[in-house]
């Protein structure tokens, strides 16, 4: 049996091999932004319909981010297959052999899993982070209200967390990138809160 | 009297990953082999044209075959060979 070491180190070269970084890092943000904004979407309704019954508000939230999750990591499995079969069928064209038991075969086996678990975790992560106001509140240990206070800091935190990561990412200031994540939650507020005639 | 390959040169056509310090180093890790120099003749798109030089003691031709073939390179010719005879 291979040793941890040597599997991080094969798992490394696979990434590099295949360049799933870049889109792995894509998946994780635009479906963490997904996993937010759905249940900020999810908490605010709550709110303005004057859900007291935290238990409603997290069953409601895990639904949509398992939903989500199983949808992304069927999606992005299935779709990085497709993508991974082709490339290897256009390197075996350029070097006029067959790539069977190759490095760049094993690896374009192994991305597809990679990315369906980026894609499938990074809205249950986010998700989960906004709804743990309401798990505290379940246990009766902070008040619905409190909780809608909270869980809407924690997921505009969340957003802000998110858009700075991007700006690192852009190697620009990184603030900027936060601010706009957070303006995108913005909106999502101020819709819901029209729909309820606040 | 034993015979042991010293030396081969290889047209080698491999795809551009991976890249060709790591090529190197997994054909250094091969049995009996000292030393690899490769040299880039061409790139293309997907895939670059390099001279591969192995330096060794006994190098085993079919072993080299077999690891390129797994990192995605193939020999297009042999184009230089040292044997030396061992006492």
């Not at chain 1, 069953?59 to 992005?76: K, P």
């Not at chain 2, 056509?13 to 250094?28: H, Q, V």
């Not at chain 2, 049995?31 to 003691?57: C, M, R, W, Y």
Request: hydrophobic content about 45%.
């Amino acid at each position: 049996m291979e040793s941890l070491s040597k599997i991080i180190n094969r798992i490394k070269l696979y990434i590099e091999v295949t360049h799933i970084g870049d889109i792995a890092r894509r998946y994780f943000v635009k479906n963490g932004m997904d996993g937010s904004m759905t249940v900020l979407g999810i908490i605010l309704g709550s709110w303005v319909a004057k859900v007291e019954d935290p238990y409603v508000i997290v069953m409601a939230g895990f639904g949509a981010c398992l939903a989500m999750g199983i949808s992304g990591l069927f999606g992005a499995y299935i779709t990085e297959k497709a993508e991974r079969k082709r490339i290897i069928k256009d390197l075996e064209e350029s070097i006029l052999s067959d790539l069977d038991g190759s490095l760049q075969q094993n690896a374009s086996e192994f991305v597809p899993t990679l990315t369906a678990l980026v894609d499938g975790l990074s809205p249950s992560l986010t998700a989960t982070i906004s709804l743990i106001p309401f798990l505290i509140s379940m246990v009766g240990l902070l008040s619905i209200w409190d909780s809608y206070v909270i869980s809407t800091i924690l997921t505009f935190a969340t957003l802000f967390a998110l858009g700075l990561y991007l700006g690192h990412v852009a190697r620009e200031r990184m603030w900027i990138y936060g601010l706009q994540m957070i303006a995108a939650g913005a909106v999502i507020t101020l819709i819901v809160y029209a729909l309820g005639g606040f | 009297m034993q015979r042991r390959v010293k030396r081969i040169v290889l047209d080698v056509l491999k795809l551009r990953e991976p890249p060709l310090t790591e090529f190197a180093s997994t054909l250094c890790s091969l049995p009996n082999i000292e030393g690899v120099k490769i040299s880039l003749i061409e790139i293309d798109q997907n895939t670059e044209s390099v001279k591969v030089t192995i330096e060794g003691n006994g190098i085993n031709l079919e072993d080299v075959k077999k690891l390129m073939k797994n990192h995605g390179a193939v020999i297009h010719s042999v184009d230089e060979v040292v044997v030396q005879k061992i006492p």
